[in-house]
């Protein structure tokens, strides 16, 4: 056993901080590790192939780090990669380990958002084509109606420090008409990507009227919670030891400079080289 086991977050960037954020105001006691694949991001415009194989590296790169547990913090690697891991890889390499993902725990609980049973999903075009989401959603609320809208530009604007100008308004306005488009009925909108939290205020003022806008980082903080709970064996292996550390594959002064706007106060990080 390694005196240090803490939980291990995952996302292609910045993004996987915002929820990365809410599990450590859930679960402080705990400790934590998280990597940002910030060299090779964004995944949201990958093939399956290459996210799955991107993914997988880091993963193993955390397991290293004594992660006895993994979360996905990321909408495309969780509806890209994760399954072939749990099913696949897990087995082989660390059979003793899991990996979590963002879209399981979201679907479980969107039903109780919606009374119309029309869902909009607000999601990079990666996540979109995988059609996660409305196979989740069909397996536990199957009379809800899922109405997906990718917003390629968005994941961008947020990256680059773009998402709280006045020109962001045109992409959040334009991907929102076209959402609302496909039904006038959407009363629950999903941001499922951990970037779009940041555009927040703007894409609530172009919510269909009387709908809500569901953000995942609170629902995942709450789900890793009662898995904890309901995996006592998995939960006596995490570290509690209160820290935090960051790392990135790219340069960390300008991880720094960015964790900031994503997880509301600074972080300080390393560079790594996945091997």
């Given amino acids: 056993m390694q005196s240090s086991q803490p939980i291990g977050v995952f996302d292609s960037g910045y993004g996987g901080l915002t929820v990365l954020k809410e599990l450590v105001a859930r679960l402080p006691q705990y400790d934590y590790t998280y990597l940002g694949d910030n060299a090779r991001a964004p995944y949201g415009t990958r093939s399956f192939e290459t996210v799955y194989h991107y993914t997988l590296e880091c993963v193993q790169w955390l397991f290293r780090q004594g992660c006895p547990l993994v979360i996905l913090a990321c909408n495309t690697a969780s509806a890209k990669a994760l399954r072939t891991i749990q099913q696949h890889d897990l087995p082989l390499i660390a059979p003793d380990k899991r990996v979590l993902g963002v879209i ?26 995988s059609g996660s989401y409305p196979i989740e959603i069909e397996k536990f609320y199957p009379s809800i109606d899922v109405f997906q809208q990718a917003c390629p530009l968005w994941v961008p604007l947020v990256e680059n420090n773009e998402h709280d100008k006045p020109g962001a308004d045109y992409f959040v306005k334009e991907y929102m008409e076209l959402l609302k488009a496909q039904s006038p009925d959407i009363d629950a909108v999903l941001l499922a990507c951990t ?21 995942q980082g609170e629902i995942v903080a709450e789900s890793l919670a009662d898995y904890l709970q309901r995996h006592p064996e998995m939960e006596r292996r995490c570290s509690r030891n209160g820290q935090l550390r960051c790392f990135t594959t790219d340069s960390a002064e300008d991880f720094d400079s960015h964790a900031s706007i994503f997880y509301g106060k600074a972080l300080q990080s390393t560079h790594i080289v996945l091997p």
């Avoid at 029309?118 to 996540?127: E, N, P, S």
């Avoid at 779009?196 to 205020?201: A, E, G, I, K, V």
């Fill in 104 to 129: 399981r725990p979201t679907t479980e609980v969107i039903g109780k958002y919606t009374k119309t049973g029309k869902v909009g999903i607000l999601a990079t075009r990666g996540t979109v084509l």
């Fill in 195 to 215: 970037h779009y939290p940041l555009m927040r205020d703007k894409i609530a003022r172009h919510l269909p009227a009387g709908s809500q806008l569901i953000v």
